[in-house]
């Protein structure tokens, strides 16, 4: 009979899990040899039989979800943390090997394609959970950082897009490379790039150049940015295993995070054959350098995901929570690029993607100073009905034509055609200095201004409920330089930043028009 035999249960789960978790990183192989040691020591220890136990470790190892900013998920208990736990031990030494991350052919197996799919969301579903643990664990255990810059941009990369580079095509634009977009940027080191060595810099850049200025081939949004009100969901949600259940949600966008992560690492550099910088402001800061964030930065991406899938709710004109009230709210400072005309003129019409990584590109400072303006529903089911102003044309940040408006230091007042009264949205300011919202957010409208070495500018536009996306027109205060429409995300709260792309206002919004990318931070 082992010695184990006598000790009792809590003596024997306290030493168990000293022997569990005496190393942070990756699974407890410490606990193999003990598990071995007898029949009763294995069936007290067991998963099957203490769950409990198991979820104690996980804790450990792991960030648990964030239930208490995102109520509605399901309730998880240690059956669901223990089946979380396997799944990712298995994914997390299958990245370590580094298998998955190359590819043989430009055809993927299915069973090279499967793997794939649960490893990106598994780990994008990490990081969007991440207090800390999770990083630790994907970056320092698994490697995944090195996975994903093979991943992404080795000539072989399964990927494919190096591979499709090399073949005069554009990388696929699927959810495994929107995945691992989201996932580089979150764990982008731009100093990583920047050795005596220069090839991991030109193969990351080159690669990321398509994505953040093809806007002809990789969109920035879906539902597509001219529909304020999407009739329907697009098609493509994804079932993923999280926790036990079944996790239906959209895979995100591939354009901002390849914009944010371009621009900062072409920020880097001093001198760049294809960049002409017009006075550097400051860079965006990646996530894993920013301080102190929390799996909260990331609640707007995560309600996204799941409101763009989620058919059990209504879609359209309500908000989703993947706009964050209150956070365009301030000063803003950036860049924005444009490519030349004829280079891009080539592209719209079929050139290969050579011609884009051999373009030069512009890089121009501007800085923006925005308010925003919401209006509410009241909680009161028997007060008067509240009707927002109508959708509008794409073109002018979705403000129907001929609305006229007027900013007020405590809001800003529509009158559109066809409607007697006028509508009045509040100010955040004063909706701050009021305490609380006085009902349900069902409309929020934006207004600046900002200058740029161009000229002095205005800025307007409007939050599209269903996704939190963002879309502003831009009218130079002197005329000489026209109206342009900026549209994009903010990727992350409090330390996040504003990633999108410019257009032309004279080309219809069904149509190909001329564009250029830019990144907002907000000033410190």
Not at 242 to 262: E, T, V
Not at 380 to 396: C, H, K, Q, S, T
Not at 453 to 479: H, T
Request: glycine share 8%; charged share 20%.
């Amino acid at each position: 009979m082992s010695v184990l035999a006598s000790i009792p249960q809590e003596v024997l789960e306290h030493v168990a899990f000293f022997a569990a978790t005496d190393n942070f990183l990756g699974p407890p192989h410490g606990l193999v040899a003990l598990l071995m040691v007898d029949r009763r020591t294995h069936a007290a220890l067991s998963m099957s039989s203490n769950p409990y136990f198991w979820s104690r470790i996980f804790a450990y190892k792991f960030d648990l979800p964030c239930n208490t900013h995102r109520p509605s998920e399901p309730t998880l208990g240690p059956a669901e943390i223990c089946e979380e736990f396997k799944l990712r031990c298995t994914l997390l030494q299958r990245i370590r090997r580094r298998t998955d991350c190359l590819a043989t052919s430009y055809t993927l197996s299915p069973t090279h394609r499967d793997a794939l799919r649960s490893i990106l969301w598994m780990a994008y579903l990490m990081m969007l959970e991440n207090d800390g643990k999770n990083d630790k664990q994907l970056r320092d255990y698994a490697g995944f950082d090195a996975w994903l810059k093979d991943f992404l941009f080795h000539p072989s990369g399964a990927s494919l897009a190096a591979w499709s580079v090399k073949v005069d095509l554009w990388p696929p634009n699927d959810e495994r490379s929107a995945l691992a977009l989201w996932l580089f940027w979150y764990m982008l080191k731009p100093d990583d790039y920047m050795t005596d060595d220069d090839t991991a810099f030109r193969e990351a850049s080159g690669i990321l150049k398509l994505f953040a200025l093809g806007a002809h081939q990789y969109l920035l949004c879906n539902p597509p940015w001219n529909e304020f009100a999407p009739p329907c969901r697009t098609r493509g949600a994804s079932a993923v295993k999280h926790f036990g259940h079944c996790l239906k949600m959209a895979p995100p966008a591939s354009a901002p995070p390849a914009i944010l992560a371009y621009l900062n690492l072409a920020n880097k550099l001093s001198v760049s054959w294809d960049t002409v910088h017009y006075m550097k402001p400051p860079c965006a800061t990646p996530p894993s350098l920013a301080q102190g964030l929390s799996c909260a930065e990331w609640e707007a991406e995560w309600n996204r995901g799941l409101h763009l899938a989620d058919t059990s709710k209504p879609f359209g004109t309500t908000y989703s929570g993947a706009f964050i009230p209150g956070s365009l709210e301030g000063v803003w400072e950036g860049l924005f690029t444009y490519t030349e005309f004829t280079a891009y003129a080539a592209l719209l019409s079929g050139a290969p993607p050579t011609v884009l990584q051999r373009s030069l590109v512009a890089h121009h400072p501007h800085l923006w100073k925005l308010r925003e303006h919401h209006l509410y529903a009241p909680d009161d089911p028997d007060a008067p009905e509240v009707r927002p102003i109508a959708p509008g044309n794409p073109l002018r940040g979705y403000i129907p034509n001929g609305c006229q408006f007027s900013e007020q230091t405590d809001g800003i007042i529509f009158q559109e055609g066809g409607r007697a009264e006028p509508v009045v949205y509040q100010s955040w300011s004063s909706i701050k200095k009021n305490g609380r919202p006085p009902g349900k957010l069902i409309d929020v409208f934006v207004t600046g201004e900002g200058h740029s070495a161009w000229g002095q500018f205005n800025l307007i536009g409007r939050i599209r409920p269903c996704d939190g996306f963002i879309s502003m027109s831009k009218e130079y205060v002197d005329g000489d330089r026209g109206r342009w429409l900026y549209r994009s995300y903010m990727v992350g709260n409090a330390e996040g930043n504003l990633s999108g792309r410019w257009r032309d206002t004279l080309s219809p919004p069904d149509v190909l028009g001329y564009e250029g990318c830019f990144v907002m931070s907000r000033r410190k």
